[in-house]
C-alpha cells in the first residue's frame, strides 16, 4: 500500500488509527506486586485483551495485532510455558463464539508447528469459523518472531525462485513483503507496549517501518479503556512524514527547492 494513501486515510479518519498493535508486557510484575503467583497476571492480562477488543470494536479499528507468546518466551520455565498454552485455549474456547458473533476475524500468526495438536486444532477451527467476518481483523501472535516471519519469506521467495516461477531480479521490497505475516492488511499505524520497556523485542520488524511508537509504564493487566484512549490521542496528534515534507511545507516547496 502506497504511504501517501496511508497518510491520506489518517487524516480522513480523524486520527484514528486503521491497525494497533500491542506488546501486552507485565503481567509478571503485576502479580508479584500483589503477591500473587505469575500465573495470576496472565489471568489478569485476558480480562485486558477482552477490552482492548471490545474498545477497537466501538471505536471502528479495523486491525489489532497483539503479541501473546514470543519466539523466545520458551526459554520461560516449564511450569509458566504451559499455563500460557493452556490459557490459549481456554480463552479461545470460551472466547470464539462470541468475537464470531461480533463480526470479529481471528488469525494466528507464528510457527504453529511447536503447539499441542490439540490447540492447533482449536486455531485452525476459530481461523475457519471466522474466515468471512471482516469488522475487526485480531490477530494473535503466538509463537511469533520477527525474525521467523522475515525468514520464512524467504525461504518461500527461494523456494519461488528455485521452482524457475520467480526471476530473482524481480524481488524487491514489495514483492517480498507479500510473504510476510499480515500481507493483506494495512501495516500497523500504532504500536503500543505496555510495561515500561522501550524496545521491540522480535514483535513485527519489518511491518512496522513507518508505525508510531508508544511506551507506558502501565501493566498489562491495568491497560483499561482510558488508557486505550489516551494512547489513541497521543496518535492523533501525530504528524505522519513517511520520509516527506511536513504537510505545513508543502506549499513552500517550489520556492525552497
Ligand atoms: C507479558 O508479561 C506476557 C508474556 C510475555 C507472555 P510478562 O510475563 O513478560 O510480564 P513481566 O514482564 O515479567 O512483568
Ligand atoms: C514481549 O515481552 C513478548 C510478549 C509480550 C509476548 P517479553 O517480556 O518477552 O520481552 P522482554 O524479554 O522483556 O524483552
Ligand atoms: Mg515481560
Redesign the pocket.
Known sequence: MAHGEDSATAAARGGLPRHVAIV???????ARRRGLP?SA??RA?VQSVRCVVEASLRRGIEALTLF???SE?WRRPRQEVGL?MELFLTTLQREVQRLHEQGVRLRFIGDRAAFAPKLRARIAEAEALTAGNATLHLNIAANYGGRWDIAQAARRIAEEAAAGRLDPVAVDADRFGRHLCLADLPEPDLLIRT?GEQRISNFLLWQIAYTELYFTDL??PDFDERAYDEALAWYAGRERRFGALPSSAEGGRANDA
Open positions: 501486552m508486557d507485565g503481567n509478571g510484575r503485576w505469575r497476571g496472565h492480562g501473546a507468546f514470543s518466551n500460557l510495561g501493566l498489562w
